[in-house]
């Protein structure tokens, strides 16, 4: 299996770092997809950020008070074949 890299995707126009506000998974998780990550303060509002895909957490990316960059690291997944799928044509 390979691990897997979430980053923190542009959450506003203009916003280019958020503060971890409260983590509502940890390390040892299993986690569907879009259920929340994470809070995210930003000067904007704060925004629940929610998973991309499903699996298993294996690292979390910032404390709660930390600023975290758009693009960077806030969670590591493990689990192959999670990613969501895409749409099947209708016939």
């Known amino acids: 299996m390979t691990n897997r890299e979430f980053k923190l995707p542009d959450i506003g126009e203009g916003v280019v770092e958020g503060e971890v506000v409260s983590w509502h998974v940890a390390v040892g998780d299993s986690v569907s997809e879009d259920d929340p990550l994470l809070d995210m303060m930003t ?6 950020i929610p998973s991309p895909f499903d699996g298993s957490v294996v690292a979390l990316h910032g404390e709660v008070g930390d600023m975290v960059a758009v693009g960077s690291t806030l969670v590591e997944f493990s689990g192959d074949g999670d990613a969501p799928s895409e749409a099947a044509p209708a016939d």
Do not use: G, I, L, N
């Open 43 to 48: 000067d904007k509002a704060t925004v629940t």
